[in-house]
């Protein structure tokens, strides 16, 4: 599917119809929240990822070229961030890599799937970014096996510090959405 083919205002509203939940929720920083957008309940839609990859896409190009760099994988963070960086890896021919919260105690005991080199360009991408403290803890993983990450791409940013974190952090930082494309004006 092309970048053409997905209509923006479109997906935003079919995430929204599908993860948007109202209520009292605690995020992963610790806040509390009226609302949840719940990454699993569009992550494992395929009608929803095929319309992703393609902007996921676009959004690698426009952060190569303000790094002025290619990047040779893209990575995710377990769980959340698997199945987009799948989808994107599929769209752009990139291989990927997948980030473990913490090493495995078992097998090869990595924290890290998937091959990285030394000096790897790499792009994060990311499910739903509130602060950038997932993102930027999976960013310290692949720093810590030698990749050199460019940034990081969230489907959606809640506008809560996570762009802020990010680029703090010297990275480069995209969304696909902000809340307020899936119609959340909190």
Not at 61 to 74: F, G, P, T, V
């Amino acid at each position: 599917m092309s970048t053409a083919a997905v209509n923006r205002a479109s997906l935003a509203k079919s995430i929204a119809d599908v993860a948007l939940l109202r209520g009292s929720f605690t995020l992963r920083s610790g806040k509390t929240s009226r609302y949840y957008l719940d990454k699993y309940l569009f992550s494992t839609r395929p009608e929803l990822l095929r319309q992703l990859a393609p902007l996921f896409s676009d959004a690698l190009a426009r952060l190569e070229q303000s790094a002025n760099a290619k990047a040779d994988r893209l990575a995710g963070a377990e769980l959340g961030g698997i199945p987009l960086v799948t989808a994107t890896s599929l769209h752009t021919g990139l291989p990927c890599i997948f980030v473990r919260n913490q090493k495995k105690d078992y097998g090869t005991a990595k924290q890290l799937e998937g091959v990285l080199n030394a000096g790897d360009k790499i792009v994060l991408v990311e499910d739903v970014a509130t602060t950038g403290g997932q993102a930027l803890e999976a960013v310290k993983s692949l720093r810590d096996a030698g990749g050199r990450v460019l940034g990081v791409i969230a489907t959606i940013d809640r506008l809560e510090g996570a762009r802020e974190n990010v680029e703090r952090d010297g990275l480069l930082f995209e969304a696909l959405f902000t809340k307020r494309d899936l119609g959340v004006d909190e």
